[in-house]
C-alpha cells in the first residue's frame, strides 16, 4: 500500500486576523502559518498505517511559504518520501483548483490511498476529499476518525452527528478525509527535524484543465457585533434579582409579585 498524505499551510488563526485592502481576502503579510490541523491528524494515521502494515508514506504539499518546512516535519514523524507540487496560481488555491493541481502528480505517484484533512479554515466545507476522488475516479470517505488495515483492505469509521460511527471495508484505492486520527499526532524531538531538513523534496508539476475558471471571494467581513454581554456585580441575592427582572423583560418568566 502506497498513502499519500496531503499537507496544507493555513493561517493561524490564534493570531489576530484582518482584511486587507481588497476586502476580499486576509492580509497575508504578517500572519503566520502552520499545518492545517486536520491535515496534521491526516498524516498521524498515514505514519500509524505504515507501522501497522508495512505501508509506504509520501507526504506531498502544494508549493507556498512553509511547504518544504513542513514536508521535512513529515519526513521527521516518519513519512519515508516527500513531494512538492509546482504551479503558477497567485495566492491560496480553492480545493476545486487544489484537486485539479494535485490529481495528476498522484496518479504518476502511484499511490493507492489518499488521505487529506476532512477541511482547512479556507475550506471549511471539506471540498477537496469529494472533489480529488472526482478525478481520480474513487470512492471516498469524509469525515473519518480511524483507519485500520485487515486481511481484506481497510476498515473505516465514518462519524456522523449525534455520536454515531459507521464501520465500512474499503477495498482498492480510495480517497479518505481525515478527521481525528487514530491516535493524538507524535511529538518529533528536534534531532530528527535537523536530520530531515537535509532530506531529498521531490518535485512535480501541477497543471489546470484549459478554461478552468476558479471561484473568486467577492468579500470579506468581520462577524456583526450583536447585543455585549451584561456583567452583574453584587451578591448572589441582588444578582438573583437582576436576574429574575431580566427575564421578566423579556417575557421569559410569568408576571412578578
Known sequence: MHIAA????????????????????????????KLNEFDDQALEEAVLLKEAAGARVTAVALAGDGAERQLQTAIARGADDALLVDHDIDGIPGARAAAHL???????????????????????FGQLAPFLAGLLGWPTLNAVHGVSAGAGGLEVVQEYSGGRAARF????????????AS?????????????????????????LPDGFAAPRIAALAEPARSNRAEMLDGDAEAVAERLAGLLAERGLLGGRE
Open 6 to 33: 496531503i499537507l496544507r499551510i493555513v493561517p493561524d488563526q490564534n493570531e489576530e486576523l484582518e482584511i486587507d485592502d481588497s476586502g476580499a481576502d486576509i492580509d497575508r503579510e504578517w500572519i503566520g502559518l
Open 102 to 124: 494535485l490529481a495528476g502528480p498522484l496518479r504518476d505517484l502511484g499511490a493507492d490511498l489518499v488521505l487529506t484533512g476532512v477541511q482547512t479554515p479556507e475550506d471549511v
Open 169 to 180: 471495508a474499503v477495498t482498492g484505492p480510495a480517497v479518505l478525509g481525515v478527521q481525528t
Open 183 to 207: 491516535r493524538p499526532p507524535r511529538y518529533v524531538s528536534g534531532s530528527k527535524l535537523r536530520q530531515a531538513s537535509s532530506a531529498t523534496i521531490a518535485r512535480a508539476a501541477g497543471a
